[in-house]
């Protein structure tokens, strides 16, 4: 075979083996927020970063992951990994993290209208209590201020403010979620040094998912999952606060919902957040698999997973575009 043809016929081969290795792999999205309609970004009070845009870029994401291939719901993934069932070609497995009430009011919505569905992973204090928890606290702290410059004694940081507000918060978060400080009382710190109140409970509350909405939307064919009780950074804590931390979730959940609740997402779930001990804990409290937030790999073969450390691409984009460069670049 001459030079040329034989390089031809190397790089089809390889392009069509590439396809056969990886056609009952998953790519796994995960979103937080959803803008609501009339909603501006600048408008937000708390943290900003956890958006992936607005109402009318959520629809054209939904258009971009029908146009690539199929949702998997929440049972047909459990059984894709168990090996029940093989996953379909170009296998998509929509998932929120958080419970926030935006999850209902519009991711909700727009899926039922397209009789799609995702998994939401709602932390179980926030759930109960309708308070917001700490990263959104800070943000909000942060952005309230009418000061240039914090000195924060729980994660010896001084932090200057100066006329980029989301940089600042930005840096708080990364050093809060780095560092094994109590995030109540950085939180607790912050607002006394920024001199600003807490948001008041209204606020807060709507916010949050309740109860009622988190069964309405299961009972909907929405999957329903753990995400910690108070979203505390889990490889922060000792074992057994991390047990119950795990246990509490799923108690709650589970009776909120009279159903089992069998997947778990690891709050904020990077590299560092969670470790072998806190796997461990997840598979003995009876979950079937656990999520991370880290893109190590675009696709996930069910075939050869850590089921309680499966990764997930975060959508952080309101960009149709870019989600569809992801997708289409995915063989």
């Known amino acids: 075979m001459r030079p040329r043809k034989l390089a031809r016929f190397l790089l089809d081969s390889t392009a069509g083996f590439a396809k056969i290795l990886t056609r009952n792999r998953i790519c796994i999205l995960n979103y937080h927020r959803i803008l609501r309609p009339g909603q501006r970004m600048e408008d937000v009070q708390f943290d900003s970063g956890t958006y992936s845009g607005s109402e009318v870029d959520f629809n054209r994401h939904?258009?971009?992951?029908?146009?690539?291939?199929?949702?998997?719901?929440?049972?047909?993934?459990?059984?894709?990994?168990?090996?029940?069932?093989?996953?379909?070609?170009?296998?998509?497995?929509?998932?929120?993290?958080?419970?926030?009430?935006?999850?209902?009011?519009?991711?909700?919505?727009?899926?039922?209208?397209?009789?799609?569905?995702?998994?939401?992973?709602?932390?179980?204090?926030?759930?109960?209590?309708?308070?917001?928890?700490?990263?959104?606290?800070?943000?909000?702290?942060?952005?309230?201020?009418?000061?240039?410059?914090?000195?924060?004694?729980?994660?010896?940081?001084?932090?200057?403010?100066?006329?980029?507000?989301?940089?600042?918060?930005?840096?708080?978060l990364t050093m809060v979620k780095n560092k094994r400080a109590s995030t109540a009382a950085v939180v607790e710190d912050l607002a006394e040094e920024a001199g600003v109140e807490y948001p008041n409970a209204q606020d807060q509350d709507r916010e949050i998912l309740s109860p009622a909405q988190v069964k309405e939307m299961l009972e909907g064919g929405m999957g329903i999952g753990a995400h910690g009780h108070s979203h505390r950074i889990l490889s922060h804590l000792s074992v057994d606060d991390q047990r119950q931390e795990i246990t509490t979730s799923k108690k709650i959940l589970e009776n909120v919902l009279g159903d089992r609740v069998t997947m778990l997402s690891y709050p904020v779930g990077g590299a560092g957040h969670y470790s072998e001990a806190t796997k461990q804990i997840v598979k003995e409290a009876g979950f079937r698999c656990a999520f991370n937030f880290q893109a190590k790999r675009w696709l996930v073969d069910p075939k050869n997973l850590d089921r309680y450390d499966i990764n997930r691409v975060g959508v952080l984009s309101p960009s149709d575009r870019r989600l569809r460069a992801l997708l289409g670049g995915l063989p």
């Open 62 to 172: 939904l258009d971009v992951i029908q146009d690539y291939g199929r949702v998997l719901t929440a049972d047909e993934f459990l059984d894709v990994i168990d090996g029940k069932i093989r996953s379909p070609k170009n296998s998509v497995f929509l998932t929120f993290d958080d419970g926030y009430e935006d999850n209902y009011s519009v991711a909700y919505r727009l899926l039922r209208e397209r009789k799609l569905t995702a998994t939401f992973f709602v932390p179980t204090e926030r759930l109960m209590n309708r308070t917001l928890e700490w990263w959104d606290l800070i943000a909000y702290f942060v952005k309230k201020t009418p000061k240039d410059k914090l000195v924060l004694r729980r994660v010896e940081a001084e932090i200057d403010i100066g006329v980029d507000r989301k940089k600042a918060i930005s840096r708080l």
